[in-house]
């Protein structure tokens, strides 16, 4: 407000003026949620598209092939949105995520895939000390997952919103 004045509005997008430049960026910055919504979710679907292919031998091309994809993708988005009304908080969902990956990518898949890959090289005490820490990894993520939901939801309990979430 300092650069501006007191004239201006609160969403950015109102300050612009009537002309078509303006119309453009609006639009744009529309569009923008949309498209990135499809190429966050494309490589998820195709992914999940080439499993039940493999799984159930669907061929790659024609009508069933079709048919799945596009149930798969509707049913994708119907998740994603189904995960969005239920948690509408965005510092739950970061909090939620966060504690999530960060010991799952930090701390569990390091080390359960260092003892898959080298069972057979490594020490029964190596093996044990790593199968700890990824064990180790998921308790701290679940820890992590129902601290960050206590803590974001004030008045609640976890076991009130868990089962909130379940209705």
Not at 26 to 50: C, H, Q, R, Y
Not at 154 to 159: E, I
Request: glycine share 8%; hydrophobic share 55%; with cysteine.
């Amino acid at each position: 407000y300092l650069m501006f004045g007191t004239s201006t509005a609160q969403q950015i997008t109102l300050n612009l003026g009537p002309n078509l430049i303006s119309q453009i960026t609006v639009w744009v910055v529309v569009a923008n949620p949309i498209t990135k919504f499809a190429l966050d979710m494309a490589p998820i679907a195709l992914g999940m598209e080439s499993f039940v292919q493999v799984a159930f031998k669907i061929p790659a091309t024609g009508t069933v092939s079709l048919a799945v994809s596009v149930l798969l993708r509707t049913l994708l988005t119907a998740v994603a949105l189904a995960v969005v009304v239920a948690v509408s908080d965005f510092a739950l969902m970061m909090g939620i995520l966060g504690s999530v990956c960060s010991f799952t990518i930090s701390v569990s898949m390091p080390c359960a895939a260092y003892v898959v890959l080298f069972w057979g090289e490594l020490s029964p005490f190596s093996k044990a000390i790593n199968c700890f820490l990824a064990v180790l990894g998921v308790i701290c993520a679940v820890i992590g997952t129902v601290s960050a939901i206590s803590h974001t939801v004030p008045g609640d309990t976890v076991g009130d919103l868990l089962a909130g979430l379940a209705a």
